[in-house]
Nanobody, 124 residues
Framework: QVQLVESGGGLVQAGGSLRLSCAAS????????MGWYRQAPGKEREFVAG????????YYADFVKGRFTISRDNAQNMLYLRMNRLNPEDTAVYYC?????????????????WGQGTQVTVSS
């Protein structure tokens, strides 16, 4: 059974930073592409960042380029999202997602498993 558990969300002031973590509990984590999505109130879920199995190939949504960094630790079955220079528009529930079969990182249909999400709130 695949489990993805996010943590690290919270309330932060504009300009601040947070690091989200996702603990994955499936044995093929090291072979899976992983991603972060977010959903703000009243909006659709949107892609934030993705990383291939090796951690060497990453892909970002334009609105986070230069501010967010996705990384992974395959030895620990962990996925991370470092978020810098946060602004109120980044307020959302952030979800970790797993694509064991890989695929284009920015497309939701490649992700088979999703976590429950962690709330990030950025105050102005």
């Amino acid at each position: 059974q695949v489990q993805l558990v996010e943590s690290g969300g919270g309330l932060v002031q504009a300009g601040g930073s947070l690091r989200l973590s996702c603990a994955a509990s499936f044995p093929t984590f090291a072979d899976a592409a992983m991603g972060w999505y977010r959903q703000a109130p009243g909006k659709e879920r949107e892609f934030v960042a993705g990383v291939d199995w090796s951690g060497k190939l990453t892909y970002y949504a334009d609105f986070v380029k230069g501010r967010f960094t996705i990384s992974r630790d395959n030895a620990q079955n962990m996925l991370y999202l470092r978020m810098n220079r946060l602004n109120p528009e980044d307020t959302a529930v952030y979800y970790c997602a797993a694509a064991p079969s890989g695929g284009p990182l920015q497309y939701a249909h490649v992700y088979d498993y999703w976590g429950q999400g962690t709330q990030v709130t950025v105050s102005s």
